[in-house]
């Protein structure tokens, strides 16, 4: 029999006051901080990999003895088939850069400046391939792929992820320890209906089964709250901040991530159930 | 014939390091039949109640309930063996949230009946001792005696093979003692053995052909050895002699 499918007379024996306590309260705030840090992680997940899919095909090739040889250089990248685009960096434009670093100078006329030329790779190209064709036909040139200089952001992103990951993991091990507590909790209040029950011959499924339903309940009815509150916040937090969006170009968080959030508390409610039964069972076994 | 439903074979108990609250019991019950249990407070009758409503295991030798041996038992075998055991506990041990009616039900909503089988037996039960128009007073709300007498309702609703007491009439006036003492004994009359641990005197001389167990200090009183061997078949005044 379905253990979350209890009778009337089931209920009366489990008064329900007796096993709520604060159980719905620590669900929220635990499914609240749960969501959160979900969203987080999924808007960071998304960003790396909107930056990484900018960036991979993405490669330079840069000389460093002066513009004499770009247009050469512009030459052997057009002459290879695996490159879709091919643009000179305006030597305008480089100085500007520099000028950022080094001021007026950078602006003088003397300064000697190298050459970059950008380049798209087709997908399923040979980076390693070509950037050897360019190197032979122009000695100087440098073929250097642009993933290479974000890789630190991308490793940082990577990580912020992955505690993101790790959080959502921990709080799920928080919910599931407070779950277990009020259960055994929940067993010590009603032990006096709990032996007689076992005395007149009910078995551990059966006194089990009054509990597990209230415990679905509670973490159903906290995951459903403290998911809403998150929802808004977050729903705050994108509506009035478009900076992500500009930054990666896309919302950080699409409609696939909300369904993952949106399960969150679902699989909350069933960590709590089958934890709570779990620690149910295990407690009333240590009883004859 | 008559079988035996209690076989104890130098069963002893102590709780946890303590010294033994009982020791060498060897003596068996019948079928069947209506005992008294005895002794002074202290000689170990609720310790002995506890293993014979299987609330204890004995710390040694061989306990026998309705033919199985139940010393070594699993703990999932319990529950069956539970089922056909009914105990009124001296506190009465009532839940307290729940109605007379949802208390006397519960051993048939444990053994799994259905509601419809459920209303019949509990509303004849409640008028068998008297607390018909009682049915849904909570125990907080009834008194001494009657607690007791749900508590026997409870007990006995699910037809138990053995009925287990302990001091029933412990908390009631002389009349209703005599009244629970009518109730064990109809329901020993429809063939459920009786075990009732007392104090009262009165009840026991009130029981003609009533058994006696007698404890003192842990072990069992028995000098003719008649709870050891017991007759298989009752005694026939004018019988043939074996």
Redesign the interface.
């Known amino acids: 029999m379905n253990p979350l499918f209890v009778?009337d007379?089931?209920r009366?024996?489990i008064?329900p006051s007796g096993v709520r306590g604060p159980v719905p309260v620590l669900i929220a705030i635990m499914t609240f901080v749960m969501v959160v840090v979900g969203a987080a992680g999924l808007a960071l997940a998304n960003t790396s990999a909107v930056v990484k899919s900018g960036v991979e095909h993405r490669y330079s090739i840069q000389i460093s003895d002066g513009a004499a040889k770009a247009p050469a250089a512009v030459a052997a990248a057009r002459a290879q088939p695996g490159i879709s685009r091919v643009a000179q960096v305006p030597p305008e434009e480089l100085r500007r850069t520099l000028e950022r670093w080094l001021g007026p100078a950078g602006q003088e006329a003397d300064l000697p400046l190298p050459a970059i030329v950008d380049v798209d790779l087709k997908p399923g190209s040979d980076p390693a391939a070509i950037g050897r064709s360019i190197e032979r036909a122009v000695p100087g040139a440098r073929f250097i792929a642009h993933r290479t200089s974000l890789e630190p952001l991308l490793k940082a992103l990577r990580g912020l992820t992955l505690l993101a990951v790790g959080l959502v993991l921990l709080i799920a091990l928080a919910s599931a320890a407070a779950v277990v507590l009020a259960a055994r909790g929940a067993l010590d209040t009603h032990r006096?209906?709990i032996?007689?029950?076992?005395?007149?011959?009910?078995?551990d499924e059966?006194v089990a089964r009054l509990f597990v339903r209230q415990i679905a309940i509670d973490a159903l009815l906290g995951g459903i709250a403290g998911a809403a509150a998150a929802g808004i916040i977050i729903a705050l937090i994108l509506g009035g901040a478009n900076t992500a969006t500009m930054l990666a170009g896309t919302p950080p968080i699409g409609w696939n991530d909300v369904l993952w959030l949106v399960l969150l508390p679902i699989a909350i409610a069933l960590l709590a159930t089958q934890v709570g039964r779990g620690a149910l069972m295990r407690a009333l076994?240590e009883r004859? | 014939m008559t079988g035996t439903i209690v076989e104890f074979d130098r069963v002893g108990l102590r709780y946890g390091t303590g010294a033994e609250v009982l020791r060498d019991l060897d003596f068996r019950l019948n079928q069947g039949a209506f005992y008294f249990l005895t002794g002074p407070s202290g000689a170990g009758k609720t310790s002995l109640l506890k293993l014979l409503?299987?609330?204890?295991?004995p710390t040694r030798g061989r306990m026998t309930l309705f033919g199985e041996e139940l010393s070594h038992a699993p703990?999932?075998a319990?529950?069956?063996?539970?089922?056909r055991i009914g105990?009124v506990f001296q506190d009465f041990?009532?839940?307290r949230?729940?109605s007379a009616f949802?208390n006397v039900?519960?051993?048939l909503?444990?053994?799994g009946h259905a509601?419809q089988d459920i209303e019949g037996p509990v509303r004849e039960m409640l008028a068998w001792v008297g607390l018909a128009d009682r049915a849904s007073a909570r125990p907080p709300t009834l008194s001494g005696g009657e607690q007791q007498r749900v508590a026997i309702a409870?007990a006995v609703i699910a037809r138990p093979e053995l009925v287990i007491a302990d001091e029933p009439t412990g908390n009631v006036d002389a009349a209703m003692a005599e009244r629970i003492l009518h109730l064990l004994t109809a329901m020993n009359g429809l063939g459920t053995t009786v075990i009732v641990a007392t104090h009262d005197v009165g009840l026991i001389a009130a029981t003609p052909g009533a058994q006696l167990i007698r404890l003192e200090k842990g072990a069992l009183v028995d000098p003719t050895g008649a709870l050891r061997h017991p007759p298989r078949t009752p005694p026939r005044a004018e019988g043939p002699l074996q």
């Open positions: 009778t007379a089931e009366r024996l008064p006096g209906t032996e007689v029950m076992h005395g007149i011959g009910a078995t059966q076994r004859l | 409503y299987l609330a204890q295991r703990r999932e319990m529950p069956s063996f539970r089922r105990v041990r009532l839940i949230h729940l949802d039900a519960l051993p909503r444990i053994s509601d409870r």
